[in-house]
């Protein structure tokens, strides 16, 4: 039924404003727009176009009460329908569509029967009420200005019915409500994508930081990339949840996207970390991997046997057993080079009695081991390539990480982005870095974003230092991890039990790294 009175109007009116201003959801905003122009003006129908680069009008809302359609916003899509050109063939302004007139005019166009009318082609009409058994008769087209009055579209209504529901002209005072809506509506609309423009500002300037430190390195670029979209889907499963402790953690949109946001950005401070500390592939490299000059003191070393063999203080059999040694502390070493997951202290010692072994001459007359004291102790390395020294340079990056982030002004609900990003490498049992904060003082975002990041990390296949790691292997670890204090148990089970492991498998990983994992073993 139409509202009885203008107080009834305005209250109306009030009322969608607010309501606009409210909605986040660009498409529920334009079904919001034209339910409440149908509802003040007892419309039977009504269509909201938007104008796509000056070219064509595109159905985005479409709506009908008699025929029970209902198009686009929180239903099907609207876009099976044709756009409408603003511009004939000849590149003329089509004036023979009444919404496309009426923009290009700027005008409102209230047609009381649409079959009496000479001004416009309703061919598009009459097949539409043909193919529904219906009778489109008034029409009030209204078109949708931006604050710098250039036009975004257009709102039109269809059949205006009076209080036994017969169809009736659109009067003149609901033309001017329905514009003020329409004013109204594109305003909303407007602030809408310029939020949108801002936040895809923000998020390309995101990116731009992620393909710099891709630059500076191509392991932590895909790490950079790979990481969201893990934080992403076990954040949703944990939100899903129905049991356990967390079955009460509720996570809004806002809250989504900061945490998006926290973990595109949660390595920046790699930026200013040497390139030879993010790319260690091996325990010897620096600039280069001396590797190679060990071998060539292997080489040396080989040379110097020949030669007391050919002088005679060595035997043939003493000469082949120091060769034979040589060969395999060589070959140790080689192994060792590459580091791992772990190395065992006898194998540390056997570096030391390598070094000793063996005595190399200089062009000078001098004479040193095998190796220098400060290959030695990377040679020594138990876990990874990174000595004590290089661990502090890139565990740095977390400090400048939290920093960089400090230091944006960031809006209020994206204010947690720094606590996020900057406690990935915090434990559960108050060992991790820089903080030292223990379970109870992060936040469910960062503990699930540490997670992420263990997992991306150990079977990532594109790391210089290690082999990618199977589904079993990495689980396997971080069940260790898990019984060790260091991530949080509760979201390690959510991981496993609601497949979230396997779900980023199918979209990242080789299909070698992807086995047949028994999670039982792993649960709490």
């Not at 040694?325 to 070493?333: E, H, K, M």
């Not at 990618?468 to 991530?487: F, N, P, V």
Request: glycine residues 4%.
């Amino acid at each position: 039924m139409p509202y009885q009175n203008i107080e009834q109007h305005l209250a109306k009116l009030i009322e969608v404003g607010i309501s606009l201003s409210a909605e986040k959801d660009t498409s529920l905003l334009l079904e919001k727009i034209l339910m409440s122009a149908k509802a003040i003006a007892n419309a039977d129908g009504g269509t909201i176009y938007t104008l796509q680069s000056d070219e064509f009008l595109q159905m985005e809302i479409v709506c009908n009460n008699s025929l029970n359609i209902a198009m686009g916003g929180s239903h099907e899509e609207a876009s099976r329908f044709a756009p409408l050109p603003m511009y004939l063939d000849d590149g003329e302004p089509n004036y023979s569509n009444v919404v496309t007139s009426a923009i290009h005019d700027d005008r409102i166009v209230n047609i009381k029967d649409r079959h009496q009318d000479m001004h416009y082609d309703f061919s598009g009409a009459q097949r539409f009420d043909d193919a529904n058994n219906y009778n489109s008769v008034s029409f009030l087209t209204i078109p949708m200005k931006d604050h710098h009055g250039q036009m975004i579209g257009a709102l039109q209504l269809i059949n205006a019915l009076d209080e036994h529901d017969e169809i009736i002209s659109f009067s003149y005072r609901n033309a001017l409500l329905i514009n003020a809506l329409a004013s109204q509506a594109a305003v909303a609309l407007t602030n809408k994508h310029l939020i949108d423009e801002l936040e895809q500002l923000f998020e390309s300037f995101i990116e731009l930081i992620a393909d710099a430190i891709d630059e500076k390195s191509p392991y932590t670029g895909g790490h950079c990339r790979r990481v969201p979209e893990l934080a992403i889907m076990l954040t949703d499963a944990v939100h899903n949840t129905q049991q356990g402790p967390l079955k009460d953690f509720v996570m809004s949109d806002d809250e989504r996207y900061e945490l998006k946001i926290a973990a595109w950005l949660h390595d920046c401070g790699k930026i200013t970390t040497p390139e030879y500390v993010v790319d260690k592939a091996t325990k010897l490299e620096t600039i280069h991997d001396r590797i190679h000059e060990v071998d060539m003191r292997f080489e040396v070393v080989r040379r110097d046997l020949k030669i007391k063999q050919l002088e005679q203080q060595l035997s043939d059999e003493e000469y082949q057993s120091a060769t034979t040694q040589a060969d395999s502390d060589q070959a140790f070493i080689h192994q060792h080079n590459t580091g791992g997951e772990f190395m065992a202290e006898e194998d540390q010692q056997r570096i030391v009695d390598i070094a000793q072994r063996y005595q190399i001459t200089d062009y000078q007359g001098s004479q040193s081991n095998i190796l220098f004291d400060d290959e030695v102790a990377n040679l020594q390395i138990s876990r990874g390539t990174l000595n004590d020294d290089e661990r502090k340079i890139i565990n740095r990056h977390i400090t400048v990480t939290i920093d960089m982030l400090n230091s944006l002004d960031l809006p209020a609900h994206l204010a947690n982005i720094a606590e996020i990003a900057g406690g990935h490498h915090e434990r559960m049992d108050g060992k991790g870095y820089p903080n030292g904060l223990k379970h109870d003082q992060m936040s469910v975002q960062a503990r699930v974003l540490g997670i992420s990041d263990i997992f991306e990390a150990l079977t990532a296949a594109d790391r210089p230092y290690k082999e990618a790691k199977t589904l079993t292997e990495s689980l396997k670890i971080m069940k260790y991890m898990k019984d060790d204090g260091h991530i949080d148990p509760d979201i390690f089970d959510i991981f496993l039990r609601d497949g979230v492991y396997l779900n980023y498998a199918n979209m990242f990983l080789k299909e070698s790294q992807i086995d047949d994992v028994d999670i039982e073993q792993f649960l709490s």
